[in-house]
């Protein structure tokens, strides 16, 4: 009799082991190698310097290029197959001043979160004292090939 207590202990054990590694949804987390967190890292400061220039001389061309593809604007995207188009409609559509709404970017105590993994992703979140007060922040990834995109902004109905 206790050896098959013992049995069903170990066994709940091992099982409750295989569901800390899952991510909720039973899919098995990724874990993300020192190196990579480091190659982020390093990638992330001429990237943030780029989307503040673009932001500040308001080249969409050049906004375009650090935007997702696959920028998370959920049912507003309607059919774009390219996000990044639905990422500027969306917002010229909501103030004729769209570059200034990201302006809380510049703000004194804007802060970079620090890199997580999000789902076998690495991911960051940039908000400020502003973008708090507004209930927003922007969100980004870290993709395989080698490069920062900035993938969702919160608030604004966005």
Known sequence: ????????IILLFSF?????QTNGN???RKP?????????EKAWGPF????KTAIRMHDRESLKELISVE???????????D????????????????WGQLGWIFEKGTRVGKIRNEDGKMARTVSSDKSRELGTDADFSYQKNGKWYFT???GWGM
Request: charged share 20%.
């Open 1 to 8: 009799m206790k050896k098959i207590v013992y049995f069903w």
């Open 16 to 20: 409750s082991l295989t569901i800390g």
């Open 26 to 28: 039973g899919t098995v």
């Open 32 to 40: 993300l190698q020192v190196s990579q967190f480091a190659e982020a």
């Open 48 to 51: 943030w310097g780029n989307v």
């Open 71 to 81: 920028y998370r604007c959920y049912s507003r995207c309607g059919n774009y197959v």
């Open 83 to 98: 996000k990044r188009d639905a990422f500027f409609d969306l917002f010229e559509s909501l103030d004729s001043k769209w």
């Open 152 to 154: 969702e902004i919160s």
